[in-house]
């Protein structure tokens, strides 16, 4: 990149022409980085626009995606990106209108054949013949932003020098360019001092020993990680350690200058004699940045302790907690207190880990040290504490590696290697993956699932695993029960084979060593993909308990007001000598723009947003009731602030069978029962009436409301239907039950049927169809699906799908819980099938995997009592017969679980973890039907989920990635160990 100019003016007039456009919009998104520089980025932005009484929404990403398009899109009509946008600019200019587009980025924009894209709203320093890399980060152009926007923004410096100092662009020891001239501010405002110094990190807030022995940047040796080395040399050197009157411990900031110094002096003769690089020392003195509005022990009292605290919490997939802290939430019950907990049990977590390793001590292979760190160190953590050891107990010849325990009993492997190795030739993630192709069970290349699978979050949202970002709240197994837990990693990877499977409930396509649980002998075990086989046992969920949220309802309604109206309403605001942009900066709520407001005085518009109105009509100081009375023309309303059942039933009915254009909604149906729900539940929540066409088979039913489709439209995006890729809505996920189940029924209405001995629903969208099967599953409805040619000769051939519910249980609890209209002929089929099927129980898919047959080789292997059982029911049967798990639960587990007579302890703990399974918890085994081998390249994709180390993906319970490092089996570590140093040893040798 070419620097040699410099247009500083042009820099200033663009960010100026982007804060004029963005102040005409009503609402806007903004979208952030989940780092240090990118939630200081993010926080900024959003005080700033609020501050202007703009409506924000945001997100934060770990990355930007072409994957995250879709769900940015439902956020809102105008974006800001800010610390990234300039590397995706291609595909974010196709997938948005330009004139709602914002970029505020420092990082290298992307080039196509040699040219940066040209955007109208574009701000990149590099454009302009700044270094992004170390002038100016994403947190500064959000600054100079802010302030042109509103000069009284300059105490948002202090968030841009923490953002400046996250993206350690003081890396040569203090901070040049733009930044300067934002600290320039920043201590004009008085918000920030500066001043030479040390540059540990925790010069503030810890203890002086914890100052020196967590010093990671740089390494000390034979310090960090070392508490009696650093307690000699700090006493060797006379530097106090307790204050002599409140034996409290000294932070380095509490030191006097004379002992500053003093420590200073020691600590460079050290680093010299232990032959570290002058470079390094060289970077141990320069500048620091204190925030002087912060509290004088705090973390967030100096710039670096800041920026840490907000990359902590974006690593623990909890930014939203860093962003509410740089807002100003300085509560210690709130979000603040949260980020130091965070932030305490960070560092005990780390001291811990020290003592461990110091106490057991390090192993030195050929190539590399070693130790393990057993279940006693956190798996995340562990390889942290592997590179504080370099210069302390290890020297920096050679890499180091760690072993820790996953809850599975396999080894989770963690490796460190300094700079000097890895110019040597060093590549650990090279060497692990090697290993993964000769060792069976060793995995170092991750495993991954088809972009599509279907993961459920915690929140009551079901989408696809490539939507997934970092911080989301996913469902897992954790202990027999079904628990949330935050993602911290995603991972994208090509694969040229994948492996297919269905079971009666689902389908899914995942890479060949991607783990899932099954049934072997009453226990569940983990086997790769490419080791399923037909007749298998995965272990899915029956039920998914959600207790669900009051839905707001976004009130966009629009009142229509005669000219006689807009006239008076313009001549109130001549007499009280306001101008428009005046009376605008009055309005509580940023609702209607100028530009707008223009256009209705003119009589370009006579409709005006319903709150706008009032806010306008109060400051004005007209009379509402009476201005309402005499000049309103019509005026669109919704009966209700939050979605209810009814809506909910429309949303589902007009999905399935419905049309929404620009200004009508229209409908097909022959049942009188449901075209009298529609018309009522639209008067109901709307008052508006419906109009009948009668069609000899069938009536079509229409609604005449531009106001209603664009309600529609902007409550629920995903309604749209001409794009054939219909959603379900999030609002309605999100929702309670009752509001599930009543849209729920509008499909089924809709689109639905029963027949002898099922009930089905039938559309073209295989992804809502899918998304249906898991929404079932709140109310533990079981169903299945299959490809069904009922629709191709009106779907012009497209494929069709249809749902299935057939087994009895699930049937009969649709029925209570979902059901069709009352009264309908859909409702009473249902009615009908219902009571047949008393007589003869269908359970179809809720067979157990175990046999009569498993059941008594159990008894003889654990020699139980044969006495304790119905022999009728376990001798007298067909050895491969399955047990439904009915007759599983009353005749074989209960009877051991109730039994006085004493048995194996192993025998009852095995049963007692299958009962927790099945039983008290809400899981199911689902038989493997069909399973083959794809030989196509695929782009898959894979979550981190720490917690459980699993998540729900299509229904079935799935292991979590391992792509951050290495796992092994227990029993092949002797055999890892030896070939990992033979790997090691050929690198170091080239």
């Not at 092994?968 to 002797?974: A, D, G, L, S």
């Amino acid at each position: 990149m070419d620097f040699s100019f410099v247009n500083e003016k042009k820099f200033f007039s663009d960010i100026k022409k982007m804060s004029i456009e963005i102040l005409k919009k009503d609402e806007i998104v903004v979208i952030y980085h989940y780092d240090a520089d990118g939630l200081t980025s993010g926080a900024i932005i959003i005080k700033a626009l609020e501050r202007e009484g703009k409506k924000t929404s945001s997100l934060c990403l770990k990355q930007l995606y072409k994957e995250n398009i879709n769900e940015i899109k439902l956020l809102g009509k105008n974006f800001l990106f800010v610390d990234f946008g300039s590397g995706q600019i291609d595909y974010l200019k196709k997938e948005f209108c330009e004139e709602n587009l914002f970029i505020l980025d420092h990082h290298q924009p992307i080039t196509i054949n040699g040219k940066i894209p040209v955007l109208k709203y574009h701000i990149n320093p590099f454009l302009y013949g700044f270094d992004g890399g170390k002038e100016i980060s994403g947190a500064g152009l959000a600054f100079f932003f802010a302030i042109t926007l509103n000069k009284n923004n300059f105490d948002l410096s202090a968030l841009a020098i923490v953002g400046a100092v996250g993206d350690m662009q003081d890396f040569d020891g203090k901070l040049v360019g733009l930044n300067r001239k934002i600290l320039d501010i920043a201590v004009k405002e008085k918000v920030v001092s500066v001043k030479n110094d040390l540059r540990l990190y925790g010069r503030i807030s810890r203890p002086l020993i914890s100052y020196l022995v967590f010093s990671s940047s740089p390494i000390i040796p034979n310090i960090t990680a070392n508490e009696e080395n650093c307690i000699a040399f700090l006493k060797t050197n006379n530097i106090p350690l307790k204050n002599p009157f409140t034996k409290e411990w000294l932070s380095y900031e509490d030191l006097s200058q004379e002992d500053k110094q003093k420590l200073s002096s020691a600590l460079i003769i050290h680093l010299s004699e232990n032959m570290v690089p002058e470079w390094k020392i060289q970077s141990l003195i320069g500048e620091v940045y204190t925030l002087e509005k912060e509290e004088l022990k705090s973390p967030l009292k100096d710039a670096k302790e800041f920026a840490t605290a907000c990359n902590s919490a974006g690593r623990h997939s909890m930014p939203e907690i860093a962003l509410q802290v740089c807002l100003g939430n300085r509560d210690k019950k709130s979000f603040y207190g949260k980020l130091l907990l965070l932030i305490e049990e960070h560092k005990r977590e780390l001291k811990k880990g020290i003592e461990f390793v110091k106490k057991n001590g390090i192993i030195e292979k050929n190539s590399f040290y070693f130790f393990d760190a057993k279940d006693v160190i956190q798996d995340s953590l562990v390889g942290i504490i592997a590179g504080m050891l370099y210069g302390s107990i290890i020297n920096e010849d050679k890499p180091i590696i760690a072993f820790a325990r996953n809850e599975d009993g396999t080894i989770k492997v963690s490796g460190r290697a300094t700079s000097q190795l890895l110019k040597k030739g060093v590549n650990l993630g090279l060497a692990f993956k090697k290993i993964s192709n000769e060792i069976n069970g060793v995995e170092g290349g991750g495993h991954c699932l088809h972009p599509d699978t279907l993961v459920q979050k915690s929140n009551g949202i079901i989408c696809k695993i490539s939507e997934i970002k970092k911080s989301d709240t996913l469902i897992g197994m954790k202990k027999s029960k079904l628990i949330r837990a935050t993602c911290n990693k995603t991972f994208k990877i090509k694969k040229d084979k994948t492996i297919f499977f269905k079971t009666p409930n689902t389908n899914i396509i995942a890479s060949y060593n991607h783990r899932f649980f099954i049934y072997k002998n009453f226990k569940i075990i983990e086997v790769m993909a490419k080791d399923l086989k037909e007749k298998d046992f995965v272990l899915g969920v029956k039920k998914i308990y959600f207790k669900g949220r009051k839905i707001k309802l976004e009130n966009n309604s629009f009142v229509y007001l005669k000219e006689t109206g807009i006239l008076e309403f313009k001549k109130k605001r001549l007499l009280k000598g306001l101008t428009r942009n005046q009376l605008n900066q009055k309005l509580t709520k940023k609702i209607q723009t100028v530009g707008n407001l223009a256009d209705f005085e003119n009589l370009f518009s006579h409709r005006i947003l319903e709150n706008c109105l009032y806010d306008y009509l109060k400051i004005l100081g007209i009379n509402k009731q009476k201005f309402l009375k005499k000049f309103v023309e019509k005026h669109f309303q919704c009966n209700v602030k939050n979605l209810n059942k009814q809506i909910a039933w429309l949303v589902g009915y007009i999905q399935g069978d419905g049309n929404i254009g620009k200004k009508r909604i229209e409908c097909k149906e022959p049942s009188e029962q449901i075209l009298d729900t529609f018309e009522n539940y639209i008067y109901k929540n709307f008052n508006l009436n419906s109009t009948r066409v009668d069609m000899k088979t069938y009536k079509k039913i229409r609604v005449y409301s531009a106001d209603l489709c664009r309600f529609f439209e902007f409550n629920f995006p995903e309604t749209k239907l001409l794009t054939g890729k219909l959603k379900v809505p999030k609002k309605i996920m999100q929702g309670s039950n009752e509001i599930l189940a009543f849209y729920l029924r509008g499909l089924f209405d809709a689109d639905g049927g029963v027949f002898d001995r099922f009930v089905h629903l039938d559309m073209i969208d295989k992804h809502l169809l899918e998304t249906v099967q898991l929404l079932l599953l709140r109310f533990g409805i079981l169903s299945g699906l299959r490809k069904s040619a009922s629709y191709k000769s009106l779907w012009n051939c497209q494929d069709s799908y249809r749902l299935d519910i057939t087994d009895f249980d699930s049937l009969k609890k649709f029925a209570n819980e979902i059901g069709f209209t009352k009264d309908s002929k859909k409702q009473n089929n249902l009615n009908r099938i219902i009571k047949k099927q008393v007589i003869k129980k269908r359970n179809s898919m809720l067979f157990s995997p175990i046999t009569y047959g498993d059941a008594r080789q159990f008894i003889q292997q654990y020699n139980l009592p044969r006495k304790i059982f119905d022999p009728q029911l376990i001798y007298n049967r067909t050895k491969n017969k399955r047990m439904n798990y009915t007759t599983l639960k009353t005749n074989f587990i209960n009877p051991l679980l109730k039994t006085k007579i004493k048995i194996e302890k192993e025998a009852l703990e095995i049963i007692k973890t299958f009962n927790n399974l099945c039983y008290k918890g809400n899981f199911r085994f689902g038989e493997i039907k069909k399973i083959k081998v794809q030989n196509n390249s695929s782009k898959l994709f894979d979550l981190s989920v720490p917690k459980t180390k699993n998540f729900l993906a299509n229904s079935l319970i799935v292991h979590n990635s391992v792509a951050a490092g290495c796992k092994v089996p227990i029993e092949k570590e002797k055999e890892f160990l030896i070939l990992l140093d033979e790997i090691i040893s050929k690198q170091l040798l080239k």
